[in-house]
């Protein structure tokens, strides 16, 4: 099984990756030892589909991810959506993933709630289910809604359905409030506050370095 995490990541932050460690914990609590939880790949999105361009570039945004989780074996910097032309769907990086893993392998795509809420206007969203299972961890500020009944077929309570079978499972992790966006983070950096221990220092000290988010 390996798990996959997108996001824009401008920047990666505490919010992102103590999130992506409690889904780590919870897929791998159930996993034997062959079908454990293998690897989560990190992916910063390219051209974000659905929002208006970065602040960072690209190649800034991977470095942090690449800061970020420099010291976490599991956590896996992906580029793959940085080599892509044009908009950086889901379904595309699904697939190029499953060429790399193969039919059998479990993918398990994390997104938080508020992506969830939205997830029916993604691109070819019925074929990301065939491709992957959806992880869902909440976000403070975003409240779960009655599910949809495509939504209620698919759910589980069981991580043990995640390992049985490749794709197409719905499951919730509930992981630690923490209010924090990159949107926050960034206009707290143009305002010449403090944004250290809300992202990793090595992140900290990069976008000091770069002088990111800081207004011209
Ligand atoms: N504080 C947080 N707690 C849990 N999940 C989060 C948090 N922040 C972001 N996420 C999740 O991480 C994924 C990628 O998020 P993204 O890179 O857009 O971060 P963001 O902080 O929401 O950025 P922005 O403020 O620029 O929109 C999304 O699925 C989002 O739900
Ligand atoms: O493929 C899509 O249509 C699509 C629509 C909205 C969001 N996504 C992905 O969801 C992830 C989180 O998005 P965001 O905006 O919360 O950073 C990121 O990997 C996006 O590429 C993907």
Redesign the pocket.
Known sequence: MIGVR???FDPIHIGHLRATQEVAEALSANGTADSSLQRIHL?P?NI????PQTLASAEQRLEMVRLATQNNDLFVPDDRELQRDGA????DTLRSLRKDVGNECSICLI??M??FLSFTT??KWKTIITLAHLVVTSRPDYTAQPLQAWAQALQTENTLDLHAQPAGKLFFVETTALSISATDIRHQQAEGRSIRYLVPDAVYDYIQQKHLYRTP
């Open positions: 997108g996001g824009t992916i999105g974000p589909p659905h929002r950086s769907y889901t379904v997104i938080g508020d992506a993604w691109h």
